[in-house]
């Protein structure tokens, strides 16, 4: 509080004062919302039209009400306050939330029941002012008015979905309802807040009451048993679901090692029959070269018995007989091709020279060539 020095001391010395005194302990009784407090006298002394004031010590559960000599009402904080000398009183109003109960009230719902609902509530003030002043029994007044909701709520609602608020106490429907009706309260709705309404007793018909305890557990094992058939049937595509692409991979698996097995077979197939072509180029070879040995071993006999016997040899035999030995020699010194009837295809060899008799054809080489051979020693 800014002011002279003098007035600031006079306003200390006050503050000291009342600080000293401490703030009274308040109390409320049952369905009492505010209490009567010692009245503060603020003395004429010297000077006080310069400075003059109060200290209003507050408790914590407690709105502050100052009540003027003139007989306006005011609601104060605690702490220093200027003022006129006089008597003020001085009222304190309950800041905390309380809770009440209404009476038990009896009504028909619309689907033809009678019910009896007791109220629990919640409220706490909002503007002590309006409680003090506006309102005349204002606790009682706010128990009637919700009393009449109550009987309001029965004739506006079925038995179901008042039992459905009786089982559910958090219900915001129930709230919602009370608290639409204390709005259209305008005094009482500036004076109080409604905080919290629940349904403390419900009584109604007992048959009612056990046929719908029935209905609710054969609901809630319906929906028991919906959830665990649904649990079911997703856990049962969980598993086709793993079958199948078990089943696809197993196939694409199979489809690949019967890919891979006809390749590896297909592989060997080819590589059997390469080695069974050349087993049987090297049989024929083996045949070959055994025939060619044999047929030059018995030309070297002939030619041994020839030259042994004595007869002369002219230079036609001997060439003819080193074109003979070209020919094994270059036949056996390296791989001759080999014909259909699996012979090998003949080098040209010098023909012999020509006799004036004519030999008779003959396939064997030995023969041919002893034939030949004589024919050159021995020309008719």
Same mark, same amino acid.
């Given at each position: ?6 007035k ?29 407090g ?34 306006t009402?005011?609601?104060k ?9 006089g008597t ?47 309102i ?64 403390k ?22 929906k ?9 049937q997703?856990? @049962?595509?969980?598993?086709? #679901?793993?079958?199948a +692409?078990? /089943? !696809? ?8 090692? =019967? ?13 059997l ?11 024929d ?9 044999e ?13 042994s ?23 056996l010194? @390296?791989?001759?091709?080999? #014909?259909?009837?699996? +012979?090998? /295809? !003949? ?8 006799? =004036? ?24």
């Open positions: 509080m800014s002011g002279s020095p003098l600031n001391l006079v306003f200390r010395k006050i503050e000291i004062a009342g600080r000293l005194k401490g703030a009274p302990t308040v109390t409320f009784q049952n369905r009492k919302i505010y209490s009567q010692d009245d503060i006298v603020v003395p004429k002394r010297f000077l006080w039209r310069l400075a003059s004031g109060f200290f209003l010590p507050l408790p914590h559960n407690a709105f502050g009400v100052v009540v003027y000599p003139d007989g009402s005011h609601p904080e605690g702490g220093i306050h200027e003022a006129l000398p003020y009183k001085v009222i304190y109003v309950d800041k905390q939330e309380r809770l009440d109960f209404t009476s038990s009230v009896s009504e028909m719902t619309t689907d033809g029941e009678r019910l009896t609902l007791k109220l629990l509530f919640r409220y706490c003030v909002a503007d002590p002012i309006q409680v003090l002043v506006k005349k029994n204002p606790i009682e007044s706010l128990i009637e008015n919700i009393e009449a909701d109550v009987a309001q709520y029965i004739r506006t609602h079925d038995h179901t979905d008042i039992a459905d608020s009786a089982e559910n106490i958090l219900s915001s429907k129930l709230l919602t309802f009370f608290l639409q009706r204390h709005h259209r309260r305008p005094q009482f709705a500036q004076a109080f807040t409604l905080t919290g309404v629940e349904l007793e419900f009584a109604g018909d007992s048959d009612y009451i056990q046929m719908r305890r029935k209905a609710r557990i054969e609901e809630r094992q319906i028991i048993d919906k959830e665990q058939t649904t649990s079911q997703e856990l @049962k595509l969980l598993q086709d #679901n793993y079958r +692409e078990n /089943e !696809k991979r197993e196939t694409a698996h199979r489809a690949e090692v =019967s890919k891979q097995e006809a390749r590896h077979a297909k592989e060997k197939q080819e590589i029959a390469e080695v069974r072509a050349r087993e049987i180029e090297l049989d070879k083996s045949r070959y070269l055994d025939k060619r040995s047929e030059f071993s018995q030309i070297i006999e002939t030619i041994a018995q020839i030259f016997s004595g007869n002369p040899i002219s230079p036609d035999v001997i060439k003819y007989i080193t074109g003979v030995f070209n020919e094994y020699r270059d036949d010194g @390296k791989d001759a091709p080999i #014909n259909v009837q699996g +012979e090998q /295809e !003949k080098p040209n060899v010098p023909s012999a020279p020509s006799s =004036s008799t004519t030999q008779p054809a003959d396939t064997d080489k030995v023969a041919k060539f002893k034939r030949t051979l004589l024919g050159l020693i021995n020309p008719k």
